[in-house]
């Protein structure tokens, strides 16, 4: 198993410019969850989706975020416009049921200048 | 959930124990004890987690305190690949897997 795959693994972008993440979750495991990682406010959980549905998104900073599942396998995350202050590394990660560890992915940096 | 308390870093030399605690004195009794770490420039990685009696894995033992109320990560025979920020985290198993990170504890192993 390859684990759950992020992509791309560093994006740079202009203030303004839109910017999607993506997300592959491991086969079989049905929860998703988008972090977001800074040093100043460490990990926090952004949204949680259970069977493609988002089940709790109160973490999500404001209405420039959104995140969907298109499919079961599959998750974006989507900033737009982007900030400044949206830098940080976004992890997302899976777990098979809702009760289990969670699966992270190696994360991706993002950069808005 | 319950919060938890961890002291901000600790250091182990290479081989020798790795005993890290948590205090979770508000932990209610259906909230279980996690433990993760991330180790840098990855994602944080699930290592053993327990309700009320003492795990073992492969990879490290979790004592959870009679009261509950607090608890040690043991890592036997620390490498320098151990090195990395360890996570105690308290949930409920009725919140949906929806975990909240607390600052860690930075464990730097020591040559």
């Known amino acids: 198993d ?10 740079v972008t202009e203030m303004g410019q ?39 998104d109160s973490g999500m900073p404001e209405d420039r975020f959104s995140a969907k599942m298109p499919n ?42 | 959930d319950a919060k938890t308390t961890q002291p901000p870093s ?19 009794g259906n909230e279980y004890v996690y433990w993760y770490r991330q180790i840098h420039s990855q994602g944080p990685q699930y290592i053993i987690h327990g309700l009320k009696n003492n795990e073992t894995n492969e990879m490290a033992s979790l004592i959870i305190t009679e009261d509950r109320k607090s608890s040690t990560l043991i890592l036997p025979h620390a490498t320098l690949r151990d090195t990395a920020v360890y996570y105690c985290i308290v949930m409920n198993n009725n919140a949906g897997n929806m975990l909240t990170f607390g600052g860690g504890t930075r464990l730097m192993v020591k040559p």
């Not at chain 1, 079989?28 to 549905?53: A, D, P």
Request: hydrophobic share 35%; net charge neutral.
């Open chain 1, 2 to 11: 390859a684990g759950v795959i992020q992509s791309p693994r560093h994006e």
């Open chain 1, 18 to 56: 839109e910017v999607t993440l993506r997300c592959k979750l491991i086969s079989g495991h049905n929860s998703l969850f988008w972090y977001r990682q800074t040093m100043m406010r460490g990990l926090e959980l952004l949204i949680y989706f259970n069977n493609n549905v988002p089940i709790d």
């Open chain 1, 72 to 113: 079961a396998s599959f998750s974006t995350l989507k900033i737009q416009p982007s900030e400044p202050r949206d830098s940080a590394v976004y992890f997302c990660a899976s777990s098979p049921t809702g009760v289990s560890p969670l699966h992270f992915g190696n994360g991706t940096r993002l950069t808005v200048t």
């Open chain 2, 10 to 28: 600790m250091d182990c030399a290479e081989g020798r124990a790795a005993n890290l605690p948590c205090n979770h004195s508000t932990i209610s």
